[in-house]
């Protein structure tokens, strides 16, 4: 999944994180919002695994970003993540 969402031209999408929040549900933070805006924009995300097709619906979510920056740093900021 994160080979997909990492390639522009297949998921709009760019440099990312993927991280498992629960039972087939995943969290993917975008470096840029952009990437995300474009992933977003695009209606129906499949990627092929072991020969069956996985459909992916998407939502977006802001978070703030804080395991990247010092606690109480004045740097920091939101950062989109978009749940799969």
Do not use: W
């Not at 929040?21 to 990437?35: C, H, L, P, Q, R």
């Amino acid at each position: 999944m994160q080979k997909y969402f990492k390639i522009r031209r297949r998921s709009g999408g760019g440099e990312c994180e993927i991280s498992e929040v629960g039972d087939n549900t995943y969290m993917i933070s975008f470096m840029d919002k952009e990437a995300q805006e474009r992933v977003l924009e695009r209606l129906d995300h499949v990627i092929l695994i072991e020969g069956q097709e996985i459909h992916i619906s998407l939502r977006h979510e802001n978070v703030a970003e804080s395991s990247k920056q010092p606690k109480g740093s004045p740097n920091q900021e939101q950062r989109e993540k978009l749940s799969a």
